[in-house]
């Protein structure tokens, strides 16, 4: 059983661009959800992807945007980025139906930095 | 709106000396307390599910419980290698994503030899 996987590690992009971060979900999972953690907080939900569709939206703006595509795995998109975007991105994945929805899994996370 | 708040921010604790951990949460609709363990630079490890009031999960020397409106993770004569931040995160009815996890800030704890 392969764990939720997340590329790059570390990037570094500056004030303006755009970043793209992938997300391998967890075998058997069909849900994958986003968050950013900033130093010494905890991580705040940005959006979850179901059935390649997002179903759930934290307080992030427009310029947050993702993907899921029919294997499970998940893009998160940043648009304009801003130096407050520098964070840790994590990636969880789940299994959800009609009648539970189990545990998330996250993976390892991607450091952003802007600059 | 879901929250949860986590104390202390910080524990440090000799090898061997047993304490708590406590979430306090306020939400509407409570469907899972989730416990997770991080430690610096990686994505945070699950440990324990709790759903109702009176529930109790044990993992080696940790033990969650639940009550109404808090949780507790009991941690019993810590090693070194328990030194992390303690994650609580609750999952409801209201939050703002269908299934997405509202955290508080933690609890980083350090376990001295």
């Known amino acids: 059983e392969t764990g939720v996987t997340q590329s790059p590690t570390h990037l570094i992009k500056t004030r303006g661009q755009q970043v793209t971060l992938r997300c391998s979900s967890q075998?058997?999972?069909?849900?994958v959800s986003w968050y950013q953690q900033a130093l010494g907080q905890g991580p705040q939900f940005i959006f979850q992807?179901?059935?390649?569709?997002?179903?759930g939206r934290g307080n992030f703006p427009p310029r947050f945007s993702g993907l899921q595509f029919p294997n499970y795995s998940s893009e998160l998109n940043v648009n304009a980025l801003e130096l407050d975007d520098s964070a840790l991105y994590l990636c969880?994945?789940?299994?959800?139906?009609?009648?539970?929805?189990?545990?998330?899994?996250f993976g390892q996370g991607t450091r952003l930095t802007v600059v | 709106e879901d929250q949860v708040t986590q104390s202390p921010e910080a524990l440090r604790l000799q090898e061997g000396e047993s304490s708590s951990l406590n979430c306090s949460y306020t939400?509407?609709?409570?469907?899972?307390l989730f416990w997770y363990r991080q430690d610096p630079g990686k994505g945070p490890e699950f440990l324990f599910t709790?759903?109702?009031a009176g529930e109790e999960k044990e993992k080696e020397r940790l033990k969650a419980t639940l009550t109404k409106k808090e949780s507790f993770l009991h941690i019993t004569a810590p090693k070194p290698e328990d030194s992390a931040t303690y994650l609580c995160?609750?999952?409801?009815?209201?939050?703002?994503?269908?299934?997405?996890?509202?955290f508080g800030k933690g609890t980083h704890l350090i376990i001295q030899p």
């Open positions: 709790l759903y109702s």
């Open positions: 995160a609750v999952r409801s009815y209201s939050g703002g994503g269908a299934d997405g996890l509202t």
């Open positions: 969880a994945s789940s299994f959800s139906s009609p009648i539970m929805n189990t545990e998330a899994f």
């Open positions: 992807y179901y059935r390649e569709e997002e179903n």
């Open positions: 939400v509407s609709g409570l469907r899972g």
């Open positions: 075998s058997g999972h069909n849900t």
